[in-house]
């Protein structure tokens, strides 16, 4: 595995097209898969299936609820996307692929990704009788002031 840089979260789509992906990661590229893609491969909003649902819609009227959840399920299967459990049981699904942590805005509820470096997490090789592979902080708060970006 080559190490990625931590200052530039990466995306499995940052430089392919959306049907390129989906092809390279055996997903045969649809009309409904691919208007799924376009926004879920792309967005930094960390959706909820709902909120796929609803974004699709709109592009997509015909699309259904259960071909959106089956769509993503796919994604999140063939390495496209990452499912997280980020708040009250809620799953978010993440085209960030790269190790990352979470900021959840207690005010509105967006997520916004923390990148790996800007944080240390020590002493997890202390839980006794547990090989630590991965983990992911959860951070809650309020943003100081609204960004311009
Ligand atoms: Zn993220």
């Known amino acids: ?22 092809e390279r990661h055996g997903v045969l590229p649809s009309a409904q898969r691919l208007a799924i893609a376009q926004y879920v491969l ?20 015909m699309v259904s609820r259960a071909t959106v959840y089956n769509t993503l399920n796919l994604f999140v299967d063939r390495g496209l996307l990452r499912a997280h459990v980020l708040a009250e049981g809620k799953v ?43 983990y992911q902080v959860v951070l809650r708060g309020k943003l100081k002031k609204a960004r311009s970006t």
């Open 1 to 22: 595995m080559r190490p990625t840089k931590p200052t530039k979260p990466t995306t499995a789509s940052s430089v392919l097209s959306e049907a390129e992906l989906l």
């Open 42 to 61: 792309r967005t930094d909003e960390h959706p909820s299936a709902d909120q796929v649902f609803a974004k699709v819609k709109r592009a997509l009227p």
């Open 92 to 134: 978010v699904f993440d085209p960030n692929l790269a190790p990352h942590h979470h900021f959840i805005d207690e005010e509105t509820g967006a997520i916004h990704d923390v990148p790996w470096s800007a944080l240390a997490v020590s002493n997890v090789d202390a839980l006794e009788g547990f090989d630590v592979h991965e």
